[in-house]
């Protein structure tokens, strides 16, 4: 199975910072990447599909980039509905797998 | 609208088994991949299982292959996930969710709100 790790696995950020998530897969996974941000109590939210498609609703602060191993979600101008827990996910091949999380807190 | 709904979570005894549902509205559900994705307390999000849209395709986590067995009804528009065999490290939150398109392979684009399964004597 190809595994997915993420970094860093805190993040303290202010509103109005640009923040940096990066996800690592075991192997290439093409662009078969995606990121879903999860609240507390909340099921997970789709934000970014195919490394890079922002997903229909999504502000266009989230943005994210990447191919083949290694991938980033950024968030230009974080804003307070921001800080939360946010997961990479190949969907190259099965199992599906998720990485760790990062938890985008308030500094 | 599209809503996923999940059912048949509860309190099991470790061994036992439950079987779960995934009522779906609002689509054509033949034609989405499905799948169900779990996350136990504080921890993260874990793939479980999925299913092509004809159900003729499964597949699932080395965690749970051999004990879970993914459905689908396409006539009744709801999935389902037999667990049995059930152990304590099998408690979580369940989630069904939907492939965001017919594509075999896909993100994730809408979640039910999740059943909770505990697995405790």
């Known amino acids: 199975d190809i595994q997915m790790t993420q970094s860093p696995s805190t993040l303290s950020a202010s509103v109005g910072d640009r923040v940096t998530i990066t996800c690592r897969a075991s192997?290439?996974?093409?662009?078969?990447l995606a990121w879903y941000q999860q609240k507390p109590g909340k099921a997970p939210k789709l934000l970014i599909y195919?490394?890079?498609s922002l997903e229909s609703g999504v502000p266009s602060r989230f943005s994210g980039g990447g191919s083949g191993t290694e991938f980033t979600l950024i968030i230009n101008s974080l804003q307070p509905d921001d800080f939360a827990t946010y997961y990479c996910?190949?969907?190259?091949?099965?199992?599906?797998?998720f990485g760790p999380g990062t938890k985008v807190d308030i500094k | 609208e599209v809503q996923l709904l999940e059912s048949g979570g509860g309190l099991v005894q470790p061994g036992g088994s439950l079987r779960l549902s995934c009522a779906v509205s609002?689509?054509?559900?033949?034609?989405?991949?499905m799948g169900w994705v779990r996350q136990a307390p504080g921890k993260g999000l874990e793939w479980v299982s999925g299913?092509?849209?004809?159900?003729?395709?499964?597949y699932y986590a080395d965690s749970v292959k051999g004990r879970f067995t993914i459905s689908r009804d396409n006539f009744k528009n709801t999935l389902y996930l037999q667990m049995n065999s059930l152990r304590a490290e099998d408690t979580a939150i369940y989630y069904c969710?939907?492939?965001?398109?017919?594509?075999?392979?896909?993100?994730?684009?809408?979640w039910g709100q999740g059943t909770m399964v505990t697995v405790s004597s």
């Open positions: 969710a939907k492939g965001r398109r017919t594509a075999p392979r896909d993100a994730f684009d809408i």
């Open positions: 609002g689509l054509t559900f033949s034609t989405y991949a």
């Open positions: 299913i092509s849209g004809s159900g003729d395709n499964t």
């Open positions: 192997q290439s996974i093409s662009s078969w």
């Open positions: 195919k490394t890079s």
């Open positions: 996910q190949q969907y190259s091949s099965y199992s599906f797998t």
